[in-house]
């Protein structure tokens, strides 16, 4: 999905803060909450307002998935179907592939799921 063309389909400007902020969540596939995007974009003049504000554009529009993992609001990209496992010592979140294709259920559509799972981590096991 080309979330640029997205963005200006939906007769938004693609500003210098949004683009930055969509780089931000590119380089990081995880679900992150609008404080640790902040964290990643705050060098580039990026503030936290502005990060959250685009976050509710970006959902509105579809660009981002908001879900609860933790008690804690996290977004990431729309880019494909897929599930999270999330480690309850560390908090680690990992995507993982989603096989089910939801294009074939019939009479519905804009079918949307979350799904988050948890354990312990390898590393917490240890």
């Given at each position: 999905?080309?979330?640029?063309?997205?963005?200006?389909?939906?007769?938004?400007?693609?500003t210098?803060?949004?683009l930055?902020?969509?780089?931000?969540?590119?380089?990081?596939?995880?679900?992150?909450?609008?404080?640790?995007?902040?964290?990643?974009?705050?060098?580039?003049?990026?503030?936290?307002?502005?990060?959250?504000?685009?976050?509710?554009?970006?959902?509105?529009?579809?660009?981002?998935?908001?879900?609860?993992?933790?008690?804690?609001?996290?977004?990431?990209?729309?880019?494909?179907?897929?599930?999270?496992?999330?480690?309850?010592?560390?908090?680690?979140?990992?995507?993982?592939?989603?096989?089910?294709?939801?294009?074939?259920?019939?009479?519905?559509?804009?079918?949307?799921?979350?799904?988050?799972?948890?354990?312990?981590?390898?590393?917490?096991?240890?």
């Amino acid at each position: 999905m080309d979330f640029v063309d997205n963005i200006k389909r939906n007769d938004y400007k693609l500003t210098q803060p949004r683009l930055k902020i969509l780089r931000c969540l590119q380089n990081n596939q995880k679900p992150q909450t609008p404080q640790e995007i902040h964290l990643s974009c705050r060098k580039q003049g990026i503030d936290l307002v502005t990060v959250y504000r685009t976050l509710e554009l970006f959902q509105r529009i579809g660009i981002v998935h908001r879900e609860e993992i933790f008690r804690e609001t996290r977004y990431y990209l729309d880019q494909n179907e897929h599930h999270h496992i999330a480690c309850r010592k560390c908090l680690t979140i990992k995507c993982i592939p989603c096989k089910m294709e939801f294009s074939k259920i019939k009479g519905f559509s804009n079918i949307q799921h979350f799904l988050t799972l948890t354990g312990i981590c390898k590393q917490c096991s240890s």
